[in-house]
C-alpha cells in the first residue's frame, strides 16, 4: 500500500506560478511511477505529467514548456512547479503513483488550482 499527502493548491491569477507537492509512504520501494493528473469541472481526468522511475518524464501538449515535474528520491516526493498558468489549468490536480509487481494505482485526495483571468 502507498499513501499520498498532496500540498500546494491555490488561487493564482493568469500568468502566475504555482507548486504541487505529493509525498509518499507506505510500499516506496515498489513504485514504478509517479505523476500528476486533473479534472476541470465537468470534464475526464486527463493526465498532466509523468515521471517513471529511471524513464523519461511524459507531459501533456497542454502543458509542454509551462510545467516541470520532478521528483525527489530522498524525501519520496514529486513535485509539480507550474508558470504561465492560464485560466484553462483550473482543475483539481491528484498526485498519481503506480506501485508493484502488477502496477496498481495510488491516488492522492486531489488539490484545488483556479487561475483567474
Do not use: H
Not at 34 to 46: I, S
Not at 85 to 109: R, S
Request: glycine share 12%; hydrophobic share 35%.
Amino acid at each position: 500500500q502507498v499513501q499520498l499527502v498532496e500540498s500546494g493548491g491555490g488561487l493564482v491569477q493568469a500568468g502566475g506560478s504555482l507548486r504541487l507537492s505529493c509525498a509518499a509512504s507506505g510500499s516506496i520501494f515498489s513504485i514504478n511511477a509517479m505523476g500528476w493528473y486533473r479534472q476541470a469541472p465537468g470534464k475526464q481526468r486527463e493526465l498532466v505529467a509523468t515521471m517513471p522511475s529511471g524513464g523519461k518524464t511524459n507531459y501533456a501538449d497542454s502543458v509542454k514548456g509551462r510545467f516541470t515535474i520532478s521528483r525527489d528520491n530522498a524525501k519520496n516526493t514529486v513535485y509539480l512547479q507550474m508558470s504561465s498558468l492560464k485560466p484553462e489549468d483550473t482543475a483539481v490536480y491528484y498526485c498519481n503513483v503506480k506501485a508493484g509487481i502488477f502496477p496498481k494505482d495510488y491516488w492522492g485526495q486531489g488539490t484545488q488550482v483556479t487561475v483567474s483571468s
